[in-house]
């Protein structure tokens, strides 16, 4: 299993950021939140889904990424230059926690659900996933709390029900303001 952090040190496609951790325990969701600005990319990250191309990372583009306490997936929501959302990335993970420099890190688990504002999901790396499970990096229990992850994620965003999605702009305020 490969051990992402927040804070995105080993990506060599920002030149410049700043990064902010915060913690929030209320009613809905208790665990870690991250802000990452990004100042400057050395080029910018264009994905394709469907037929469309979404830029998810340029200059004055933001990652607002949330940890919630005992869930199996992290939840990352990007915007734009005019805090516009493009896409939340669901990444999910046997476990996450905090470094002993504050920094939040998962455990991934290889499958990743792309969930857009228009309400087209694409749920991506089911490859990568099975071929873990093959190759034995990952055991069945680790295999299919991904599946079940992922399904209960895609579920309840269909059902209008994954309510983390409606925190993520409260909370983008509340790291400005801190």
Request: glycine residues 8%; aromatic residues 10%.
């Amino acid at each position: 299993m490969i051990r992402k952090y927040a804070d995105q040190t080993d990506w060599g496609r920002i030149v410049q950021k700043q990064f902010a951790v915060m913690r929030k325990h209320t009613i809905g969701f208790s665990g870690a939140v991250t802000l990452m600005e990004i100042l400057k990319v050395r080029e910018p990250l264009v994905k394709q889904y469907g037929g469309d191309r979404i830029c998810i990372a340029d200059d004055g583009y933001k990652w607002l990424q949330h940890f919630p306490e005992c869930a199996h997936y992290t939840l990352t929501s990007m915007y734009d230059d005019r805090d516009r959302i493009v896409q939340w990335y669901v990444a999910i993970c046997k476990c996450h926690g905090v470094n002993d420099a504050g920094i939040p890190w998962y455990e991934d688990l290889h499958l990743g659900i792309v969930l857009l504002p228009d309400g087209r999901v694409f749920v991506q790396n089911r490859d990568r996933l099975d071929e873990a499970l093959e190759r034995g990096e990952l055991d069945k229990g680790d295999y299919e709390l991904a599946l079940l992850t992922a399904d209960q994620v895609v579920g309840e965003f269909r059902a209008g029900s994954f309510d983390l999605l409606l925190m993520a702009n409260k909370h983008l305020q509340e790291l400005y303001e801190d």
